[in-house]
């Protein structure tokens, strides 16, 4: 299905990211970990290699913008191109109400979510550009849309990712290049109630369904779609629990 493609998946080494890796590169995808931590990352890659894949662990802190533009040339020079984007990489464990955040708290939330989102992009824009096609995938979240208590700047970068994600859209799709959000829900590992919230009474699968989204979203079946946010969350965001 992706065989002969070549995706870079931000936050890779672990968690939702990881399992993305692993989805594409089961359809063929060759893959490339940019992950501030390096031996998870190598663990991550090690393991698509066993399985036959094709995988690189390149070592970037999206904050930092000469390690982006310089992760995003290795990755170049060892696999020729990049057909597909995923930033996935962000920090979400930012749990108080607002009036008791500091501002340096807010700005490094904004850093790694919103800016470090950027920075990638900007990083590989030049190249898909040149090659007329591409294919970038945001991981926001049900924050961005609806809105969390104790999470309003996660929240608020969130929905920046989201609307940055559609306004790219409308620039990209010239150069045959498109972009898309996906927003999951909670996810079983990180809440205590892991039924609270779903209409489906039950948790997202530890980002499979994000992955499986991205897959379908890098795969030539997602060709027409772009600008969208997929929200992947059981139903969370519909409305008050009363059914
Ligand atoms: N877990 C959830 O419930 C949930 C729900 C909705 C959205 N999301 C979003 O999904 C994405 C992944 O979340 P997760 O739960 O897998 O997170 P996680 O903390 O499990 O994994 C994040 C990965 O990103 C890497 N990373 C962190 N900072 C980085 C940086 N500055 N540069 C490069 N890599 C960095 C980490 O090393 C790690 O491998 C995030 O954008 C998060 O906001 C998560």
């Known amino acids: 299905m992706l065989k002969d493609k070549v995706a870079v998946v931000t936050g890779g080494a672990d968690g939702i990211g990881r399992k993305i890796a692993l989805e594409l590169a089961g359809v063929g995808a060759k893959i490339a970990i940019m992950d501030i931590n390096l ?5 991550t890659s090690e393991e698509i290699i066993k399985a036959g894949g094709t995988a690189i662990a390149v070592k970037v802190d999206i904050t930092q913008r000469e390690e982006v533009e310089a992760g995003f ?4 020079s060892a696999l020729g191109q990049i057909d597909i984007l995923v930033n996935n990489a962000g920090f979400f464990r930012l749990s108080n109400e607002f009036k008791n955040l500091q501002e340096d708290e807010w700005l490094s939330m ?7 989102t950027f920075r990638c992009c900007r990083a590989v824009l030049p190249h898909m550009e040149e090659r007329q096609s591409g294919k970038i995938i945001n991981i926001a979240s049900i924050a961005g849309v609806a809105g969390i208590a104790k999470m309003a700047i996660y929240s608020a970068s969130k929905g920046a990712v989201i609307s940055f994600s559609k306004a790219l859209a409308m620039e990209a799709g010239k150069h045959n290049i498109t972009v898309n959000c996906i927003s999951p829900g ?6 205590e109630d892991t039924e609270r919230g779903t209409y489906l009474k039950r948790s997202g699968d530890l980002g499979a369904e994000t992955a499986h989204m991205v897959r379908f979203l890098a795969s030539s079946d997602g060709d027409y779609i772009t600008g969208a946010n997929y929200i992947i969350d059981g139903g969370r965001v519909l409305g008050a629990r009363k059914a």
Do not use: M, P, T
């Open 110 to 116: 904004f850093n790694i979510n919103v800016h470090g």
């Open 73 to 76: 040339r290795e990755v170049l």
């Open 39 to 43: 031996d998870k990352a190598r663990q």
């Open 186 to 191: 909670q996810l079983k590992s990180y809440e």
